[in-house]
T-cell receptor, first 114, second 115 residues
């Protein structure tokens, strides 16, 4: 299984600022994803982080609000821009392992926007 | 369309009781995978099991068992002799080749085990 770390584990931010979340995997993986989990809700896929190219965003999510980088096969960042209280959520990085369709999740970043 | 339904929003049981969490799915894929994840209050998602669409054999792991029935598009999860540590939100998920490995999660079932 892949071991995934995320930084920061939690943060409290002011409205209008931005937060960048880092995701580091201990092995090379083909696919990396970013999810959002709003309070009491299920997971919603934000985007697929593509290595060396622009991320693929799901409906309702745009690059200006959620810019994503993936410079190599083990690292990705998600920035949540122009924060509002509605962005208060847990943000999770996940990867698909070398064994097809094993998906592992990072510990999540708990964001609170005041 | 890919869809996962967990009709039970919240369940409470008394410790040592058995409990079954329901999961019903929809997919056009002929090859697909079903998963269960546990999310304890700490927030991390813990992988529990993966089944592929060609393997309908039921699986048991300790106090956990899973019943996969393609005829009813269900993948139910039973905890036997529940314990307080089983209290968590449990998510059922689906992925398939038609959707490029994208995972579809159900809305989750919050299980509370009362001591």
């Amino acid at each position: 299984s892949a071991v995934i770390s995320q930084k920061p584990s939690r943060d409290i931010c002011q409205r209008g600022t931005s937060l960048t979340i880092q995701c580091q995997v201990d092995s090379q993986v083909t696919m990396m994803f970013w999810y959002r989990q709003q309070p009491g809700q299920s997971l919603t896929l934000i985007a697929t982080a593509n290595q060396g190219s622009e991320a693929t965003y799901e409906s309702g999510f745009v690059i200006d609000k959620f810019p994503i980088s993936r410079p190599n096969l083990t690292f990705s960042t998600l920035t949540v821009s122009n924060l509002s209280p509605e962005d208060s959520s847990i943000y999770l990085c996940s990867v698909v392992g070398l064994t097809y369709n094993e998906q592992f999740f990072g510990p999540g970043t708990r964001l609170t926007v005041l | 369309a890919q869809k996962v339904t967990q009709a039970q929003t919240e369940i409470s049981v008394v410790e040592k009781e058995d409990v079954t969490l329901d999961c019903v799915y929809e997919t056009r894929d002929t090859t697909y995978y079903l998963f269960w994840y546990k999310q304890p209050p700490s927030g991390e998602l813990v992988f529990l099991i993966r089944r592929n669409s060609f393997d309908e054999q039921n699986e048991i792991s300790g106090r956990y068992s899973w019943n996969f029935q393609k005829s009813t598009s269900s993948f139910n999860f039973t905890i036997t002799a529940s314990q307080v540590v089983d209290s968590a939100v449990y998510f059922c998920a689906l992925s398939g080749t038609l959707t490029g490995n994208q995972f579809y999660f159900g809305t989750g079932t919050s299980l509370t085990v009362i001591p």
